[in-house]
C-alpha cells in the first residue's frame, strides 16, 4: 500500500510538472508559488504520575521528535476564469527511531469564474470557517481533520488536509450564497456525503454569516464580526447541533465470577438525536498605540462533559489506573490497561469540558526582529491551563525565521490539563521562506 | 471727494477679493485629486521601516475602486505572500490564502513600522474625513492652506488630522495625525514630486512617529496605472479566489 502511495504521489509531481511546462509554454500560464521549508525539533516532558498512565505503563511516547517539510503554494492561472490552486505539504517525521514520510494535500483544486460573480471551484480544498482564534464552532467541515496542537493557533487551521469538493459561489452586491457538495468517495473521502448552504453578507458595518450544513445530523452555523472605534474588533460564532458526536466510557462487561467488581470497559456513543448542541464563541481583539494586541475569547462547548460526566470519567480513570499499579489477584494488567488506552482515545479530542477562556497577547514587533505572543487556554471548570509562548526572530531581510515556543500543563490530576500525558512540551523551528 | 472715498474701497474689495480662502472641501478635493489619479487605479507600494541603521522593508500592490474600496496584494517578503488587505468604505479585512477566513481587522492595527493598515489602504482624505477649518500658513517660506479635518466615522484611522497644501499647486505638504483625545500620533510629509498620468503627485511618503523618537518610515509609489476593476473583486468573499 505504501508503495502505491509513493507511485501515486511522484506520479502525480510528475503529472503537475509536465502540465505547467506544458501549458507555460503552451498558452504563457501566470505561475505563483510561494511557501516556506520548515524543520522543527520538539522536546516532550511526560507526566510519570498522570493517571491515564501510570508508572509509564500503559503507553511509552517519544521524548523527541524532528519534522522536515515542504510548506508548498502555487498558483496557476491559465486565463482570466481559469485557475488552479495547490497547497501540498510533503513531510518527514522522525520520533525516537521510527521514522515516516508522507505527503498532504491541503489544496487541490480547479476554480471557474463563470462571469456575473459565479465561481465554481473543484477539487481538494481545506475549507475553514468560523471569526474566533482559538475555536471553530462552525467549521463543520473540518471537525474529524487531524489537528498539530503545537503550531500557533492562527496556524492551525492552515495545515490541514482538505476536503474533495464542489462548490458553487454566488457574489452579488454585500451577499455571497454558497453551496458545497462533499460527497463520499471509495477510498477517498469516507465520511458520510456532506453539504452547505450558506448566506453572507455586510451589513452596514458588520459582516454575518447563516449556514445549515447537511450530514449525518444537521447544524446551523452563525457568524458575526465587527470594527469598533479605530482600535477594537469583536466576533461572535455559534454553531447549533442537531444530534452529537458524543463519547462516553462505559462499562461493556464484567469479568471474573459475577460481583467481581472488575469491568472491562468499552466507547459509547449515545444517539442523541434529537437533542441541541450549542457550540459558541464571543471575544474581542484591541490593538495598543505600541503595538501589541490583546485577544479575550470565551467559548463554551455542549459537546463537553458536564460535571457528573466528568465526575464519571474521573472515577473509572482513578480506578483503572490504581489497578494497573495494583493488580488484583487474578486478573491480568493488560484489562486496566485497556480500559485506560481508551479513556486517553477521549483525551485526543480536545475541548473535554464546557467553558474556556482563550486569551493571547503579542507584539509583532519588538526591536523590529522579534514577534514575541503568549497565549493561555483556561478550562473555567476545573480552573486547569496551557500556557502557550512562543518567540520569532526575523532573520535575512525576512527571509528566515526562528521559532522558540512550547506549552506547559498545569492543573491537578483529575483535571482536563492536569490529566495531561505532557506536562510540557518545548519545540525549536528554522523556516527559510521563498 | 466721492471719488477719493470709493479709491480705498475699491481696493479693500480687491484685496480681500483675492484674500478670500477657496473652500475647504475645494482644497480637499484638490488635495485628494493629486495623491489619487483616478477613483479606479493600481499602483506598486514599498515600505521601508528604519530603526537606527537597520531597515525592514515590505512591497504591496494597491488597487482601487470607486475611492472607498481598496485591495492591498502583499508581495515581498516571501513571508508575506499571500496576504491580502481589504477596504471597502471605513471596514477592513485581512487575509491569508489558506490560513483563516478573512478577518476583521481595525485601520490602526500596523503594518510595519510606524505604518498602519489604514495609512496604505486609504487613498484620500475626503472620504473619512470632514474640513473643519481652514487658515493660511506658512513653512519652509512656503504658502500654505492648513485644514483641520475631524473623522466622519468612528472607523477612521485617526480621530483628526491637520493637512497642509501647498497654495499654489495644491500639492500635499504633510499631515499630522492625531488621535481622538488631540495626541499627536505621527506626520507624514509628502515628497518626491514626479509626473505621473499628467500631473505631479507625490512618489514618497515619510511617516515620522511622534510617540517615539528617532522612528520613521517610508512608502514610495511607482507604476500607477489607471485601470477599472469588477464589483465582486472587492468583496471580502472573493479574496479566496485571489492568487
Known amino acids: 500500500m505504501k508503495s502505491i502511495k509513493k507511485l501515486n504521489c511522484s506520479a502525480f509531481f510528475s503529472f503537475l510538472f509536465l502540465s505547467i511546462l506544458y501549458f507555460n509554454i503552451a498558452f504563457c500560464m501566470d505561475i505563483e508559488y510561494y511557501g516556506s521549508f520548515v524543520t522543527r ?6 507526566r510519570k504520575d498522570n493517571p491515564l498512565n501510570p508508572g509509564f505503563r500503559v503507553f511509552n511516547l517519544a521524548e523527541c521528535e524532528s519534522k522536515i517539510y515542504l510548506n508548498l503554494s502555487m498558483n496557476l492561472s491559465f486565463n482570466e476564469n481559469i485557475k488552479f490552486a495547490l497547497k501540498t505539504r510533503p513531510t518527514w517525521i522522525k520520533k525516537e527511531n521510527k521514522e515516516m514520510g508522507k505527503n498532504y494535500f491541503d489544496n487541490a483544486y480547479i476554480n471557474f469564474n463563470l462571469g456575473k460573480g459565479l465561481f465554481l471551484s473543484v477539487g481538494k480544498e481545506n475549507l475553514i470557517e468560523g471569526v474566533g482564534f482559538s475555536y471553530y464552532p462552525s467549521d463543520f467541515f473540518s471537525e474529524k481533520k487531524e489537528i498539530d496542537f503545537t503550531l500557533k493557533e492562527e496556524e492551525q487551521s492552515s495545515d490541514r488536509e482538505g476536503n474533495y469538493i464542489v462548490r458553487s459561489e454566488l457574489l452579488l452586491e454585500n451577499v455571497t450564497l454558497t453551496a458545497i457538495i462533499a460527497p463520499e468517495i471509495d477510498n477517498l473521502q469516507e465520511e458520510n456525503t456532506r453539504a452547505e448552504f450558506k448566506f453572507s453578507t455586510l451589513v452596514y458595518d458588520t459582516d454575518l454569516s447563516i449556514s445549515y450544513f447537511h450530514s449525518n445530523y444537521g447544524r446551523t452555523g452563525f457568524n458575526i464580526s465587527k470594527a469598533v472605534g479605530q482600535k477594537f474588533e469583536v466576533h461572535s460564532g455559534a454553531g447549533l447541533r442537531f444530534g452529537s458526536d458524543r463519547k462516553y466510557l462505559r462499562k461493556k462487561s464484567e469479568v471474573g465470577v459475577p460481583g467481581s467488581g472488575i469491568f472491562e470497559y468499552e466507547i459509547y456513543e449515545p444517539k442523541e438525536e434529537g437533542e441541541v448542541f450549542l457550540r459558541a464563541l464571543i471575544g474581542g481583539h484591541y490593538t495598543c498605540e505600541n503595538k501589541t494586541n490583546y485577544i479575550v475569547e470565551y467559548f463554551y462547548n455542549q459537546d463537553g462533559y458536564d460535571e457528573n460526566e466528568w465526575e464519571e470519567f474521573i472515577e473509572i480513570v482513578r480506578d483503572n489506573s490504581s489497578k494497573v499499579i495494583s493488580v ?19 483525551m485526543t479530542y480536545r475541548y473535554l469540558r464546557r467553558h474556556y477562556l482563550f486569551a493571547r497577547f503579542w507584539n509583532p514587533e519588538i526591536y523590529n526582529r522579534f514577534d514575541v505572543t503568549c497565549g493561555i487556554l483556561l478550562n473555567l471548570e476545573d480552573k486547569s491551563f496551557v500556557i502557550l509562548p512562543t518567540a520569532d526572530y526575523k532573520l535575512i531581510k525576512d527571509f528566515m525565521m526562528l ?3 512550547g506549552a506547559v500543563f498545569k492543573g491537578d490530576g483529575e483535571s482536563e490539563f492536569g490529566l495531561s500525558p505532557m506536562e510540557n512540551y518545548y519545540y525549536f523551528e528554522t523556516r527559510f521562506f521563498f | 471727494m466721492k471719488r477719493v472715498l470709493f479709491l480705498p474701497l475699491l481696493i479693500l474689495m480687491i484685496n480681500n477679493a483675492g484674500l478670500a480662502l477657496p473652500p475647504a472641501e475645494e482644497i480637499l478635493k484638490r488635495a485628494d485629486e493629486i495623491r489619487a ?3 479606479h487605479f493600481s499602483c506598486d507600494l514599498e515600505i521601508i521601516s528604519k530603526r537606527g541603521d537597520e531597515e525592514r522593508t515590505k512591497k504591496l500592490k494597491l488597487f482601487v475602486g470607486d475611492e472607498t474600496k481598496s485591495l492591498v496584494k502583499f508581495v515581498y517578503p516571501p513571508a508575506d505572500k499571500g496576504k491580502f488587505l481589504l477596504m471597502v468604505d471605513e471596514n477592513l479585512w485581512f487575509y491569508t490564502i489558506g490560513i483563516r477566513e478573512p478577518i476583521r481587522i481595525t485601520p490602526q492595527q500596523r503594518l510595519l513600522g510606524e505604518v498602519s493598515n489604514g495609512d496604505v489602504a486609504k487613498v484620500v482624505y475626503s472620504v473619512d474625513y470632514s474640513p473643519v477649518s481652514i487658515n493660511e500658513w506658512e513653512i519652509d517660506d512656503k504658502k500654505m492652506y492648513r485644514l483641520e479635518l475631524v473623522a466622519k466615522h468612528k472607523s477612521a484611522t485617526y480621530g483628526e488630522v491637520t493637512l497642509f497644501v501647498e497654495k499654489e499647486t495644491f500639492n500635499p505638504y504633510k499631515a499630522e495625525f492625531y488621535t481622538i483625545s488631540g495626541k499627536l500620533l505621527k506626520t ?13 503627485r507625490p512618489t514618497e511618503m515619510k511617516i515620522v512617529d511622534e510617540l517615539r523618537t528617532g522612528q520613521s518610515s517610508i512608502i514610495k509609489y511607482s507604476n500607477f496605472e489607471i485601470k477599472e476593476f469588477p464589483e465582486y473583486y472587492f468583496q471580502k468573499t472573493h479574496l479566496k479566489y485571489l492568487q
Open chain 2, 188 to 200: 507624514a510629509y509628502y515628497g518626491s514630486y514626479q509626473l505621473i498620468l499628467e500631473k505631479k
Open chain 1, 328 to 346: 488484583p489477584t487474578g486478573f491480568s494488567e493488560d484489562l486496566f490497561k485497556f480500559n485506560l488506552s481508551l479513556a486517553n482515545s477521549l
Open chain 2, 37 to 39: 489619479p483616478s477613483k
Open chain 1, 403 to 405: 521559532r522558540l515556543g
Open chain 1, 41 to 46: 525539533l520538539v522536546e516532550n516532558k511526560f
